[in-house]
């Protein structure tokens, strides 16, 4: 899996060292998603040990750490972590995982007794490895294995943010076009600000404009100006955004949505530098670096005839992709406690239990960043942390309204909390409370008053329930197609939990 094995001598790269690998290899790393000390949170440790073909350890006294700045800040010291270790083996291209002698280990939510073996595709997409119930880290293989010298603004310790910030040193250092590509709220804002602010551009004007908001019939004017009298209402001479954004950057946002008409226009400017103001008699000459976002399938676009594809292939100069957020889960609480720091706020770690961590780490996070800083907003206004309702309603989360996880009105009575003891929950009762909470782990567990691993046994008891072995890939591909692609819906609607659901398209060979 790896080369040049001789290339790495410690647990911890230093950004700046010569030896870091190329970024062409995968290796693993440890990012920290909670821990006591929130000052810790984000920062990553690389299991150099397993490139050398050794058994990595990760307890309270190693590995080393470091923070976004390439600053080592030691191990994880935690006094609930255990000084027993939990070893990392190498087999092929998957990792074995042996848990301490003493002290709980959980993997996406379950304890893991015996050991476990991850997958090149769990270990790509990031599992989430709870440490005594006090810190949580997330386990990847990565090709970005230290940070760069920058971040640009960028608050992420993931891969994908990481290339994202090479991306933007890129851009940085040549003025064609960029094409930032990726859902909505995942940030493309903020990165065309970042291009900008670090490229030779920085001291004039940045200037963003939505597309989908210009009427077609006003649009070319209010892009590339009017002068006096150009059509009604037009009673003096303007530049339009192109005009404001001369000698510096303008960002073109949801640029799909560009008008039929204005499209040639707009390839004419990039391609000439010059812009025809409406009514004008000729052609002005602008210095405009253009940066343009969209969450839509351009390629799509133009064969439907939507997008022209020379302008496509003229923005496309560099493309950008931010990864949604829930692809990259090492991001999810270094940006929460982020915003709850914003304007002089306090992260206090009383805000969020150890099972809230677990449940935003899980989350699909619809409404990607833009929906995790309503979290944050909601927490910092003093409100306790909900976790969305299942079903389609989950969804509604990305217009910033959250719902509690219980069903108000429930013919099931909830039961009380009763600690560990499951042995008095009826099959019946512990079907219903799976089905209100949509078959969510956590939360099913917070209602039934039981711990995780507990309600996981207490499943295999219950013979009413479904085995995600038991689902065929018809049956899985059938229930996509009536619920969409958010695999939790999906998961409900075959009486699953998500895990479950994924572990056995994993198997199947379907897409996750």
Known sequence: MFDGMDTL????????????????????????????DVRRIGQRAVLSRLVLGEVALLSRSEPEFVDVTGRADGPLRDPHVS????????????????????????????????????????????????????????????????????????????????????????????????LLLGESGTGKERIAAAIHAASPRASGPFVAVNMATLAPSTAAAELFGHSRGAFTGAEGTHGGYFGRADGGTLLLD?????????????LRALESGEVEPVGARGTRKVDVRVVAATDRDLARAVSEGHFRLPLLHRLSAQEILMAPLRERREDVMPLLTSFLRDDGGVVDTRMLSYDDVCDLLARPWPG?????????????????????????????????????????????????ASGENAGVISDETLAATLRRNGFQIGRTARDLGIAR???????????????????????????????????DHVAAKLEVSPRALRLRMRELGLEV
């Open 368 to 416: 990607n960043v833009r929906e995790l800083r309503n979290v944050a907003r909601r927490l910092r206004h003093g409100e306790t942390y909900a976790r969305p309702a299942p079903g389609p309603e989950r969804g509604s989360t990305a217009h910033g309204t959250e719902r509690s996880g219980t069903t108000h009105g429930s013919e099931e009575p909830r039961p009380p």
């Open 254 to 266: 949801e640029i799909a949505d560009t008008p039929p008409a204005v499209q040639p226009m707009l």
């Open 453 to 487: 691993n507990t309600l996981y046994k207490r499943m295999e008891r219950c013979a009413g329930l479904r085995r995600g072995r038991d689902l065929s890939a018809d049956e899985i591909a059938r229930s996509r197609a009536e619920v969409g692609p958010d695999l």
């Open 83 to 178: 000084r027993s270790p939990i070893r990392f083996t190498m087999q092929g291209d998957a990792i074995a995982i042996d848990p301490p002698d003493t002290g709980l280990l959980e993997i996406d939510g379950s304890e893991v007794r015996g050991g476990r073996v991850l997958g090149a595709p769990e270990l790509a997409s990031g599992v989430v490895v709870g440490i005594s119930r006090s810190v949580i880290v997330v386990l990847r293989t990565v090709t970005a294995a230290a940070f760069g010298k920058r971040s640009h603004g960028l608050v992420g310790s993931s891969d994908a943010t990481e290339h994202v910030r090479r991306g933007i040193e890129v851009a940085a250092r040549h003025g064609d076009p960029v």
């Open 9 to 36: 001598e410690s647990d911890t790269l230093e950004p700046s060292s010569p030896r870091a690998k190329p970024a062409n290899v995968r290796v693993a790393v440890l990012s920290i998603a909670w821990h006591p």
